[in-house]
């Protein structure tokens, strides 16, 4: 091997290293889910749901996706849905009336 096909396979070999390693951190940086503000909501009234109940209830009324997220983030997922949208206890997806109780769940 001469000089120069030995630092063009060095500079592929650096590449691929450097591009698996910047994937991998958009990866990481892709599944991080940043809660925010707002209360906290029940899945179905289960404040501790299981993590095949969290996966089937932000697919069903809410569809999302929830991929291979941690239980600790779909819950955040499913706050932040809540949150952003206004739900209200009954999962209507209409805006919840302006009041100070918006987004607390009704017992």
């Known amino acids: 091997m001469n000089?120069?096909?030995a630092c063009l396979s060095?500079?592929?070999f650096l590449k691929t290293s450097l591009?698996?390693?910047v994937a991998l951190a958009a990866q990481?940086?892709?599944t991080t889910v940043s809660r925010l503000a707002?209360?906290?909501?029940?899945?179905?009234?289960?404040?501790?749901?299981s993590l095949e109940e969290i996966r089937s209830h932000l697919r069903s009324a809410h569809g999302i996706d929830p991929g291979v997220l941690a239980i600790d983030d779909l819950i955040t997922l499913h706050d932040n849905?809540?949150?952003r949208r206004g739900y209200t206890a009954g999962h209507s997806h209409k805006k919840a009336a302006k009041s100070s109780a918006k987004g607390y769940a009704k017992f």
């Open 19 to 21: 591009l698996s390693s």
């Open 81 to 83: 849905d809540h949150n």
């Open 10 to 12: 060095f500079l592929a």
């Open 38 to 49: 707002g209360p906290r909501w029940s899945v179905n009234g289960d404040w501790s749901p």
């Open 3 to 5: 000089r120069r096909s």
């Open 28 to 30: 990481e940086v892709a």
